[in-house]
């Protein structure tokens, strides 16, 4: 069973940067698609981010686009998602995700029923 950890939130101010990470000690994270997503209080799960099982392919929401920066390091079984200026509209429980099925990104990267194994996830909030 693959089992993800989320870790890196915290409180930022606006214009400021985190770095999340997504890590596994139960499987070798390697040929699985990366998905990151978030949740912002009332709202729905939004899909912001993939990166494949390589690394050779990632995909990006608008929202976060030029902003964010999905990466991985299969050799620490972490996926990082670097998260630059960000504003308030930004805060968010982060999850990341990944299918049962090692390969690239899934075509609806954004879209939740596309992943079966979820991370706990880590609160971002940033406010000044």
């Known amino acids: 069973q693959l089992q993800l950890v989320e870790s890196g939130g915290g409180l930022v101010q606006p214009g400021g940067s985190l770095r999340l990470s997504c890590s596994t000690s139960?499987?070798?994270?390697?040929?699985?698609?990366i998905g990151w997503f978030r949740q912002a209080p009332g709202k729905g799960r939004e899909g912001i981010s993939c990166?494949?099982?390589?690394?050779?392919?990632?995909n990006y929401a608008d929202s976060v686009k030029g902003r964010f920066t999905v990466s991985r390091d299969n050799g620490k079984n972490t996926a990082y998602l670097q998260m630059d200026s960000l504003t308030p509209e930004d805060t968010a429980i982060y999850y990341c995700?990944?299918?049962?099925?090692?390969?690239?990104?899934?075509?609806?990267?954004?879209?939740?029923?596309?992943?079966?194994?979820w991370g706990q996830g880590t609160q971002v909030t940033v406010s000044s």
């Open positions: 139960t499987f070798i994270l390697g040929p699985y698609a």
């Open positions: 995700a990944a299918p049962d099925k090692p390969g690239v990104c899934p075509d609806s990267f954004g879209s939740a029923s596309e992943y079966d194994f």
């Open positions: 990166i494949s099982g390589t690394g050779a392919f990632t």
